[in-house]
């Protein structure tokens, strides 16, 4: 898979990338398995793709070989948790070295931090009638992966105390709910230094669905890039033009790179594998073009 198959800048082209560097997979809350979910980005023409689950790295080796049977390209990924300034920020790890030193053990201890507060959120819900909420969280996640509030939200349905997953989160899972338990994630400069000490890539994950106004999104930018970060995510599934371009100013004046992807969790929903918002014409470089993930890339075509 020639490299040159990338575009090497953002031309405005409104044809799909091809890349999709933001999924996840039942190694944390999404519905498919790491192997199926490559074989749906190769149907769906992702050529290029990183499976990035929450606080885990568990699904990358069954994914890798899938990616390999069907010549898609895998980078080995992971989204973690972390506070800035009182607020939940998600940074985006592209490891095309795995996981090693510092950012192993970080993710082991966010595990333990999820099943904490996956013991709380369980406890909230018992008291208003989710009897056994634990176990029956845990019959929707599997046996293997740290629960998180959807798994608690599908439980509440098959309970049916609630109809749907929207409904839970409205009433029981959502902000200030009884359900909302938040964790004590590492502050952000302490998980882009455990990334980039891992020889990896740290991308602040979907800026714009904090809330921020423009001066505080540009805070946190500022703040992100100075900690060692290196790229946000220019595209987070389907999002405004206008937006976006501005976003696209705000990287370009701090020289960070450009990340694209869906964020995909299950199907049936608006988001699938490489669907996203088209990239706006920007001198903002792809973040696959930055020297620790173009190497790999290209070590990939060498001849064996």
């Known amino acids: 898979m020639p490299m040159s198959l990338f575009p090497a800048n953002f031309t405005g082209d409104p044809v799909p990338l091809g890349v999709d560097l933001h999924m996840h997979s039942t190694a944390s809350d999404g519905a498919l398995a790491p192997a199926d979910l490559v074989g749906l980005c190769a149907e769906r023409g992702v050529r290029l793709m990183a499976l990035t689950d929450h606080d885990s790295m568990a699904g990358i080796d069954e994914a890798h070989d899938a990616a390999s049977r069907l010549a898609i390209r895998l980078l080995p990924g992971t989204e973690l948790s972390t506070r800035w300034h009182g607020i939940n920020i998600h940074v985006v790890g592209l490891l095309p070295q795995g996981a ?31 009897h056994d909420a634990l176990a029956l969280a845990r019959e929707q996640a599997g046996p293997h992966r740290p629960l998180g509030r959807p798994d608690f939200a599908r439980a509440l349905v098959a309970a049916g105390l609630v109809p749907d997953i929207t409904t839970a989160f409205k009433k029981h899972l959502g902000n200030g709910k009884a359900g909302d338990v938040k964790a004590y994630w590492p502050a952000m400069s302490e998980v882009v230094g455990w990334i980039v000490d891992s020889g990896g890539v740290a991308v602040l994950a979907h800026p714009l669905r904090h809330g921020l106004t423009r001066r505080k999104r540009g805070l946190l930018l500022d703040d992100f890039r100075e900690t060692g970060g290196q790229a ?30 869906s964020d995909f969790h299950f199907l049936g929903g608006h988001l699938a ?24 890339l290209q070590s990939a075509n060498d001849p064996a």
């Not at 918002?277 to 190497?295: C, E, I, K, Q």
């Open 100 to 130: 090693s030193g510092a950012l192993a053990l970080g993710l082991q201890s966010q595990a333990e931090a999820r099943e904490a507060r996956a013991v709380d959120i369980a406890r909230r819900l018992e008291k208003v009638g989710l």
């Open 232 to 261: 946000a995510e220019l595209i987070s599934g389907f999002q405004n033009a206008d937006v976006t371009r501005d976003l696209a100013r705000q990287l370009d004046e701090r020289e960070l790179y450009a990340s694209v992807g």
């Open 273 to 296: 594998p490489g669907s996203m918002s088209p990239v706006p014409r920007t001198a903002v470089a792809p973040v696959w073009t930055h020297p620790r993930l173009a190497g790999f």
